[in-house]
């Protein structure tokens, strides 16, 4: 970090850098929001997550290399790399688990797949701490290493989409050989593929082409109502979860907050898997809207105690404020945090599925980087409460002046990275 | 400042989400496709679900 630099990098220098190789995550996940349909349709799904698994594996390896040459531009490279290639694997694994599992448990097995990716993320970070790998980065980064060569095999051994095989590709006997594969042979391969057929329907009479498809997205009601239902939900996953610590600052001393942001999150983590149990028992909308809601009415009430505690200066306020947190990691964990990443998938016909997911996941990023790159800042300057006009043209002043002087670390823990989307 | 940047968006999410959101669990997607088809608004429901299967509102 000394080249040209005598006295090494300055604070500004330093906090660039930081702040280029934090934000790799959008630039890395929004690249290829767009592209991955070209790759899923065209390709496949099996060959888009086989491609995604060696992309991952290979940004680990340059990642750790990197660190250990003391190279920045090497881990900003290899951050985006590892970001493009879990979109391709994230965007490409759901659309295998969507097509591949019976009805029956279609929402269970991609329901199990956000809480195991929730698990992995506690697991993440927990390993960054001092006490286990926090003390050598290149070893941190390089241990991925061991899982992603797992996952790649894994990828590898994963046969390819029935659904795709049948209906884009026209390859029955494969779709058969897919079928007994994921389903066993106790269920009639004929019969589940009678019933993939009526989902072409007359969608599969439409367009073929990236952008006329993309057209027939926004023209067609339905389809562009699937779109909307898709992004209302992954917009419900945008809220206070990423400032949890500094909003409990507010309210209890330092080690006292850390011990209940680290409680919440593994009340997160329980929460899913109690989702897990009910995901097949209660019906999927009531689920979605209950617990959408549920988080909502619980910022309220975050809002109301928040108040009660800092200006009326009533003590039991405080843990007013936690037990609004508590609520609110329930109802993201049990219910609409992990099948927000999924509904859209449910509610496209297979011709528009990739796209009109992937789309959906471009829109979101754009929201979430705007709402990461806000929250803290208003926060910070405004407290939870709204102000008048004034505050508003302050708060667009203050986000961009924050955008010039560089941004806050914290800022990039979003919801993002502790589910469904890659970190 | 978190009413208008949170709470606010979360509503109208639920609202849309409770206008339109159709039922997914145990149905295959060409029937999901086909209610969100018919689906033109609450209050204008063509069709609604019942248990698993689609039937006319009466």
């Known amino acids: 970090m000394l080249r040209g630099h005598p006295h090494g990098l300055t604070p500004s220098e330093n906090t660039w850098i930081w702040s280029l190789i934090l934000n790799a995550v959008w630039l890395g996940n929004l690249l290829p929001a767009m592209v991955c349909p070209l790759f899923c349709d065209r390709w496949g799904r099996r060959p888009t997550l086989i491609f995604g698994s060696v992309g991952v594996l290979v940004s680990n390896l340059l990642e750790s290399t990197a660190v250990l040459f003391h190279s920045p531009e090497g881990l900003f490279i290899g951050r985006v790399l590892g970001f493009s290639s879990q979109m391709f694997n994230f965007s490409a694994m759901i659309l295998i688990i969507m097509e591949s599992t019976p009805t029956e448990l279609r929402g269970l097995c991609l329901f199990i797949s956000g809480t195991v990716y929730t698990g992995l993320m506690g697991i993440g970070t927990a390993a960054g701490m001092h006490a286990l790998l926090g003390w050598s980065l290149p070893l941190l980064i390089g241990f991925a290493v061991i899982p992603n060569s797992i996952a790649l095999l894994l990828s590898i051994l994963t046969p390819e989409s029935p659904k795709f095989l049948l209906l884009i590709r026209g390859d029955k006997p494969a779709a058969l050989a897919s079928i007994r594969f994921y389903q066993g042979g106790s269920v009639s391969a004929e019969e589940v593929l009678d019933e993939a057929r009526k989902e072409e329907g007359k969608d599969g009479d439409g367009p073929t082409g990236y952008f006329s498809m993309l057209r027939e997205l926004v023209s067609h009601r339905h389809l562009r109502r699937a779109m909307l239902l898709g992004l209302a939900t992954l917009q419900m996953t945008l809220g206070i979860w990423p400032i949890t610590t500094q909003l409990l600052l507010a309210h209890f001393p330092d080690a006292q907050a850390e011990l209940y942001s680290l409680l919440l999150f593994c009340e997160n983590f329980a929460a899913g898997l109690l989702g897990v149990f009910i995901v097949q028992r209660l019906p999927r909308r009531r689920l979605i809207i209950g617990s959408a809601l549920l988080s909502a009415l619980s910022i309220c009430a975050y809002i109301a105690f928040d108040r009660m505690a800092l200006v009326w200066r009533m003590p039991f306020a405080s843990y007013g404020c936690l037990a609004a947190f508590a609520v609110y990691y329930f109802a993201f964990g049990v219910g609409f945090g992990s099948i927000a990443y999924y509904i859209t998938s449910e509610l496209l016909p297979q011709r528009y599925r990739s796209l009109g997911q992937s789309s959906v996941f471009f829109m979101f990023l754009i929201s979430a980087f705007a709402f990461s790159f806000i929250t803290l800042p208003i926060y910070e300057a405004y407290d939870v409460w709204v102000g008048g006009i004034r505050d508003w043209i302050g708060v667009i002043g203050g986000s961009k002046s924050c955008e010039v002087s560089g941004v806050h670390p914290l800022l990039h823990h979003t919801r993002l990275h502790l589910r469904g989307l890659p970190l | ?58």
Not at chain 2, 1 to 30: Q, W
Not at chain 2, 51 to 58: A, E, H, N, S
């Open chain 2, 1 to 58: 400042m978190f009413i208008p940047f949170f709470i606010i968006p979360d509503f109208i999410c639920v609202a849309y989400l409770y206008s339109y959101l159709p039922e997914t669990r145990n149905r295959e997607i060409h029937e999901i496709v086909e209610e969100l088809k018919a689906v033109r608004g609450r209050g204008e429901l063509k069709k609604r679900v019942c248990g698993d299967r689609i039937q006319p509102v009466k």
